[in-house]
């Protein structure tokens, strides 16, 4: 029996009723004005991730991550006790930014005692207090203990740093992960941390990405060149289907086969793939690093399963895969029509050179389907802002693109109104529908 099983026989979609089977507006996909709102009725108050804390190994370490679309810096660190801590990366002083290396606008990172401002060297412990001050008695009435660094809210779930930018989050960090958190704990992600990333800007709404990578029903479409014409013309004729959906809201997820690794028949796949035992599901030779999966991987328990996507509410999705790796996807918005795309993806580290090559094919292939996709919907982007037609249809295996469109437009009317988020397509309502 499956761990989270389909509510009954029938559509996905239709065992949601609360979500919808009609034509959807995507007016909130090229609204400047609703692109505001969501700002800050969602990414203002909603738990971000910002990293993991393998970028913070030892007391000291830190990182800086530039929120551009928020116009905030954010600076991580690791502090005596251990802690993992978050400050807005400004000195108390006279504003200027703290910590930067040679272009203030860079992200960047290292290790240190404490942070000494380049403008006139005042200076911060890992905890963020105030612990120098150049002339001292030059100052009035200098108060240091309410002179520490602004802290922003951070907490860590399976080794994944979050943070909130609200002044008094409404929920921890454990409540926002609700059943996504406990279903996905105890995947050895710490176990994966040979990191490979890239990223653009795309000319597209954020959440136009999103919605490329919850279905499947494009694949045998836009990636058909990237298989043999043999599996390609396999493919169109069957079509392709998810092996599971779940509605967790705000956050959900797709489970989908695992496709050729190893494929069954070497003609299934490029020359190039077989003779580096590797291609876009990973290296074909597993590392032996996972044991029972938790409850929210595989959900089906499908023989076939190849890698389950989960979308963290409202910017970030893990993509864990059968072999025995994943990546993440990160969508900062910019403006409207603008995202910046973020992808890192993590192997067991290789024992080898041949184990490197395989890693680093796999990112090379995962690049070329992702900046496809990326090609796609900026094509997508432009045609929607013609305004020519005003809703599109969706199919049931396009579930997630309905739901996550469906999720921010309830943040942002829960926010102006000032209730509490409805969700009535949740599996309890869906139960008591059925």
């Not at 996909?29 to 913070?56: C, D, H, M």
């Not at 030779?285 to 989960?310: C, I, M, Q, T, Y």
């Not at 979308?311 to 969508?331: A, G, S």
Request: charged content about 25%.
């Amino acid at each position: 029996m499956a761990k989270f099983p389909k509510p009954s026989e029938g559509s996905w979609t239709e065992h949601y009723p609360g979500l919808g089977t009609g034509p959807v507006s995507y007016e909130d996909s090229y609204s400047a004005e609703f692109y505001a709102r969501e700002q800050e009725a969602v990414f203002l108050k909603t738990w971000l991730n910002i990293g993991r804390v393998e970028q913070a190994p030892r007391v000291g370490s830190y990182f800086t991550r530039e929120l551009t679309w928020a116009k905030k810096s954010i600076l991580v660190v690791k502090d005596k006790d251990g802690t993992i801590r978050a400050f807005h990366n400004v000195c108390r002083h006279r504003g200027n930014k703290l910590v930067w290396d040679d272009f203030p606008q860079e992200e960047t990172s290292g290790s240190c005692r404490q942070f000494t401002c380049k403008y006139h060297a005042w200076r911060y412990d890992l905890d963020g207090s105030l612990d120098f001050v150049q002339q001292e008695s030059e100052f009035f009435d200098l108060d240091k203990d309410n002179l520490g660094l602004v802290p922003v809210a951070c907490e860590v779930w399976e080794g994944f740093i979050f943070i909130n930018l609200a002044k008094e989050p409404e929920q921890t960090l454990t409540e926002f992960l609700g059943e996504m958190g406990t279903g996905l704990a105890g995947y050895p992600f710490g176990e994966m941390h040979q990191k490979y990333t890239f990223k653009s800007e795309i000319n597209s709404n954020w959440k136009l990405f999103i919605d490329a990578f919850v279905e499947f029903y494009h694949a045998p479409v836009l990636h058909q060149k990237q298989s043999t014409p043999e599996e390609a013309a396999k493919l169109l004729g069957h079509g392709f289907e998810g092996l599971h959906y779940e509605l967790l809201s705000p956050h959900s997820m797709v489970s989908s086969w695992g496709g050729m690794s190893p494929p069954k028949d070497p003609k299934m796949v490029k020359p190039m793939e077989n003779a580096l035992r590797s291609g876009l599901f990973g290296p074909w030779d597993s590392p032996d690093v996972v044991g029972d999966l938790p409850p929210l991987v595989n959900p089906a328990e499908h023989r076939a399963w190849g890698v389950d996507s989960f979308i963290v509410f409202p910017n970030f999705m893990i993509l864990i895969w059968e072999r025995q790796w994943y990546l993440t996807y990160h969508y900062w918005p910019l403006a409207e029509n603008k995202h910046l795309f973020e992808v890192s993806l993590y192997f067991v580290p290789p024992k080898n050179a041949a184990e490197r090559i395989q890693q680093e094919y796999a990112v090379a292939v995962t690049k070329e389907f992702a900046l496809q996709d990326a090609n796609t919907l900026e094509a997508t982007q432009t045609m929607l802002e013609t305004r020519v037609v005003d809703t599109f249809v969706l199919n049931d295996q396009e579930i997630l693109c309905r739901h996550h469109h469906a999720v921010v437009k309830e943040e942002v009317r829960a926010h102006e109104a000032g209730t509490p988020v409805n969700f009535p397509w949740n599996r309890a309502s869906a139960a008591a529908n059925a």
